[in-house]
């Protein structure tokens, strides 16, 4: 089996949720699998002095722009939500919970999340609400609440961003990495899929 | 004839030096026109409260790497300038004087001042080095001289630069304007092709 691609997001990210939909398409192409690693965007803004894309007085209004139009050309439903960004940690938490025992499970769940939050408008950041969605992926509800607010998960997640910011020093998301090669931003993918075609160059 | 492509960049910016390649041929294709357009970055980062690219701490390290890969994925000639950002006033001063008389001279002038900083790694920061490259496209020296330092040519610039970022909203470059559209980024040229191709979506 070929490497994995890693694919780094924040929930509340709108570009990483059109990474995701556009990352499974080349990932099947090259027989890959993705492995997907929910961190807090937030984090690695605070190092890097960056804010969120939106609050930028220019480059927001292109942001939102650009969202929608990226949508659009790769067909992905896309509502901006009125209410971003969100702090998704019950939902962090719980994808690195479900991913314990059940890596699909737990990707599924994660589709449903992104989906929540950038069709429906539904609010992530609401543990309730996160515990419905991963209700309908199969897991047990309470369980589910449980975890979430359990110190081995929060500890668990918290190391794994700690990882991913200062380790692997992924500093925006969609942030993906294959055989070592990192490539960042939904609008890097088409790179990333002539990378994998070619062998590297 | 078609609507030109308005490309508005920054001598410094290595993205504008790369998109700079990428817009020829996608404007060949269309057969449209390619109208430079020289404004000062720094101008609109003060507004945005942005930085250049490779001050960022993790950024900073992704973007050198990914310059370096894009021109190699476009066989476009590329070195990092060991000197990086230029303030480039001359450069952008006398492109605006060029242009008042000839713009394929004025582009060929621009082509020659990026290639003399991402390729040979000049100082473009210097007039008279600029002057140099300007005498080179046919255009007299010392009148160059003279003109990027008459009140005029500085007015005209700095009234330009002011369009540009406060009245066109361009807060990046590369970015690209056809037809009404607007496309921020040397990895956005494809989009831009796309959208020509298919008349927008």
């Known amino acids: 089996m070929s490497n994995p691609i890693d694919f780094y997001f924040d929930f509340s990210s709108p570009y990483a ?9 080349v990932a099947e192409k090259h027989g890959r699998e993705v492995r997907w690693h929910p961190f ?21 209004d292109y942001s939102r722009m650009d969202f929608d139009r990226t949508a659009r050309r790769h067909k992905i439903p896309f509502y901006m939500p009125v209410d971003f960004p969100k702090v998704t940690l019950a939902a962090s938490r719980g994808f690195l919970w479900i991913a314990l025992d059940n890596q699909a499970t737990a990707i599924a769940f994660a589709q449903n999340i992104f989906e929540a939050y950038f069709v429906d408008n539904r609010d992530i950041s609401d543990a ?5 969605i991963a209700a309908g992926c199969g897991v047990d509800r309470s369980d589910f609440l449980e975890a ?3 110190s081995a998960v929060k500890a668990a997640f918290k190391s794994s961003v700690e990882d991913i910011v200062s380790g692997k020093k992924v500093f925006g998301a969609p942030y993906f990495v294959v055989d070592g090669e990192a490539f960042w931003g939904a609008d ?14």
Chains 1, 2 share one sequence.
Request: aromatic share 10%.
């Open 17 to 25: 949720y059109l990474g995701s939909h556009l990352i499974v398409a």
């Open 40 to 60: 807090m965007l937030g984090v690695a803004m605070k190092g890097e002095k960056t804010f969120p894309l939106t609050q930028y007085p220019m480059k927001g």
């Open 128 to 132: 309730e609400m996160v515990a419905d």
């Open 148 to 150: 979430v607010q359990s």
């Open 188 to 201: 890097r993918v088409g790179q990333l899929d002539d990378w994998l075609t070619e062998g590297g160059w």
